[in-house]
């Protein structure tokens, strides 16, 4: 189908901003319920073990606690797809924060002051908290997706590289992080005679269903999860978590009565994922004249021992420059750590830190400016696959950054700006990142007598746009103004949808809806001449059929610039300036779409500069688990954060030709402020954060 695009593109407003400024758009914890319990968990004090006893009499002795749960009386779980949610089945303990116990009270308070009430003694294992990528015991990692395998092996890397003009070997790492969306993980679970209903903050209501119907056997129409608006998740709200399943469990325990249950921000630093760290190689060659001949790039990270997780930090080496030697891997090691998860740009957020500052350091080596040695490096056809590109525009994305930033004339000696003691650099990195689109969803359709639309779809809008992005893609599928437009989202009542995430949600919806559009409309024009019965007419339909996907290789593509100050004399690192060019093919809003990138991009230069989760290394916590010492960059550390995007027509994406903006305002621009912190100072730091001592060490 061919949609003339009047609203998409256009810059306007959030439909649901009106709600949100007011007050007045209802996030879960917020739903108005009747006679609400509240729930406060216990959680384990050691890494690895057994629970040996439980004292809970002082606890149920509280005015107001209406049940205490352990995994003595806890119901029982049906079904157990993944090993987070099994929890209060057994004695065992998995790692250091894991639900254990909790207590349901009359008032949040009471819950609270009862859990500590909570007794409890075990047998603790001796933690093996240590990642290395000596270990003997690292696993190569499940593949999830045919398009990215863990690892690649074309040509001779090893005969390349000992070849080679010039050569790189370098390591580089980054650290633990966490999540901290803006809205704690929170649900209200409420069960009666008729089912379960839940309202809860998640980046996919059908997932958070279909895992309930399993854990507590379930129909389907004994089950409803609304989630209308959700305050960020990045990821980490992607699969239901086990606060969920406690909710459930103590509304099972306590019927008719609905149960509230959020998160205190030092509680998500157990519960609900992060991204690993990442120990990094990258080894590159290059002849004479600057043209890659070798590309190996390798990553350990770590996952838990409840399930696998890996931040497939290589897959987008397969991807960016092109040379006829090339490897990459992946490895785990299993550990008594909660599981890592989905966190914005998995893989490639920390794996083009490392492969962006290495392409840095290759063009310092060769004598070549670091643009015009991508440039060098560009491939005409995906480098491992032999695919051409759906489009490709990442030359043009350096050419109009360097114009917009001011790049050309720029002395490549390090060291060489000073002003009032400030050491002045600029820097540069690439950014990518694959076009993703699922099957999976469904949409329905209703015109009514009054030439309204209602568009019905359980996406998600986790503060990105959705309300306003979907009815503009609606509107010129329909071919009709915005203003007819109803649409309803967030809630399993309706047609079924993916999850938000991967950059792929408005992309899946989208087509999803323009697909039933197509439908709606044949169906009007064949079955009724155009004329609008009198009762209205709807059209349910799931998403169609990519008829280029495997044809293909669909990437985004971006480029990142930095200006940086590092002060001479204690090592503070400043960004007065970020600037990112990005080809992402058709913006649906481009007010939302610039929120994105820019969202991105601050994310970037808070991974550069700020964010680190601390372990203690002797009982397996994060020791600063709250925003008052895990560093996040604020209002005062971001200085100009400008995003464009260039003119992109790419019809085999999917019908409305977008490929997401979601993730690629974070790639790269860590890399971009490391690669700007060398030309300030001469120091080249392999090692994230970007930290003063790091600096000031030699």
């Not at 169609?544 to 001479?568: C, I, T, W, Y």
Request: charged residues 20%; hydrophobic residues 40%.
């Amino acid at each position: 189908m061919t949609i003339t695009p009047r609203a998409m593109g256009r810059p306007m407003n959030r439909i649901d901003g009106p709600e949100k400024v007011r007050g007045m758009a209802r996030y879960a914890f917020e739903h108005p319920v009747e006679a609400p319990l509240y729930l406060y968990p216990v959680q384990s004090t050691v890494a690895t073990g057994r629970i040996t006893s439980i004292d809970t009499v002082a606890a149920c002795a509280e005015p107001g606690v209406l049940a205490v749960l352990t995994h003595l009386n806890a119901p029982r779980l049906a079904r157990v797809d993944s090993g987070e949610h099994l929890i209060l089945q057994s004695d065992r303990v998995a790692f250091r924060g894991q639900f254990v116990g909790a207590v349901v009270a009359q008032t949040p308070e009471t819950a609270r002051y009862a859990a500590g009430l909570v007794r409890l003694t075990y047998a603790a294992d001796r933690p093996d908290f240590d990642l290395r990528p000596d270990r003997t015991d690292l696993s190569v990692p499940a593949q999830v997706l045919p398009r990215f395998p863990m690892d690649t092996s074309q040509g001779d890397l090893d005969a390349a590289l000992a070849s080679a003009e010039f050569t790189l070997d370098a390591a580089y790492t980054t650290p633990m992080v966490h999540h901290n969306p803006m809205e704690p993980h929170s649900t209200i679970a409420h069960w009666t005679d008729d089912g379960l209903t839940l309202y809860t903050s998640s980046q996919g209501v059908y997932g958070v269903k279909q895992a309930v119907m399993a854990l507590f056997a379930l129909d389907a129409d004994r089950v409803r999860v609304v989630a209308r608006h959700v305050g960020g998740g990045f990821g980490s709200k992607v699969q239901p978590r086990a606060d969920m399943v406690l909710a459930v469990m103590a509304a099972r325990t306590l019927p008719g009565r609905p149960v509230k249950f959020a998160l205190t921000r030092q509680q998500m630093f157990a519960q609900v994922g992060y991204r690993t760290p990442t120990i990094q190689r990258v080894r590159l060659g290059a002849d004479p004249d600057g043209r890659l001949v070798a590309i190996g790039h390798s990553s350990v990270e770590q996952t838990s021992r409840l399930v696998e997780f890996a931040e497939h930090a290589t897959r987008m080496t397969q991807t960016l420059y092109a040379a006829p030697h090339r490897r990459s891997s992946q490895r785990l090691a299993a550990l008594d750590v909660p599981t890592p998860s989905i966190m914005r740009a998995p893989g490639e957020a920390p794996g083009m830190w490392a492969l962006e500052t290495a392409i840095d350091e290759m063009a310092v080596a060769c004598g070549l400016d670091p643009i015009e040695f991508r440039v060098r490096n560009e491939p005409t056809e995906h480098p491992t696959t032999g695919l051409p590109f759906s489009s490709r525009n990442l030359v043009e994305c350096l050419r109009d950054g360097a114009r917009r930033f001011g790049w050309e004339g720029r002395d490549p000696t390090p060291g060489l700006r000073r002003e009032a003691g400030w050491l002045i650099g600029t820097g540069v990195a690439a950014a990518t990142y694959a076009v993703l689109g699922f099957p999976g969803s469904a949409a329905r359709i209703t015109l009514g007598p009054d030439g309204r639309y209602a568009v019905r779809i359980a996406a998600a809008d986790v503060g990105t746009g959705t309300w306003t992005a979907l009815t503009q893609i609606a509107a010129d599928a329909l071919d009709v103004d915005v203003s007819r437009i109803d649409l309803v989202i967030g809630d399993t009542d309706l047609p079924m949808a993916i999850p938000a995430g991967g950059s792929a949600g408005l992309a899946s919806w989208g087509s999803t809806v323009v697909g039933v559009a197509e439908r709606f409309r044949q169906t009007l024009a064949e079955r009724y001449g155009g004329q609008v019965p009198p009762d209205g007419l709807s059209v349910e339909a799931p998403t169609p059929e990519n008829p280029h996907l495997g044809k293909f290789a669909m990437d985004s593509f971006g480029a990142q610039f930095a200006e940086v100050r590092v002060h001479e004399e204690t090592g503070e690192v400043r960004v007065p300036r970020l600037l990112g060019v990005f080809a992402v093919g058709r913006v649906i809003n481009a007010k939302t779409g610039r929120s994105q990138l820019v969202g991105g991009m601050t994310m970037g230069l808070s991974m550069a500069l700020h964010e680190q989760s601390v372990l203690d290394r002797r009982f397996g916590h994060v020791v600063n688990q709250d925003l008052a010492q895990y560093h996040i960059a604020s209002n005062a550390d971001v200085g100009s954060v400008e995003a464009y995007w260039v003119e992109e027509h790419d019809p085999y994406v999917n019908p409305m030709g977008a490929k997401g903006m979601g993730e690629i305002g974070i790639v790269g621009t860590a890399a971009a402020v490391g690669n700007a912190v060398f030309h300030a100072t001469g120091v080249r730091v392999r090692d994230l954060p970007i930290t003063l001592d790091k600096l000031l060490r030699v």
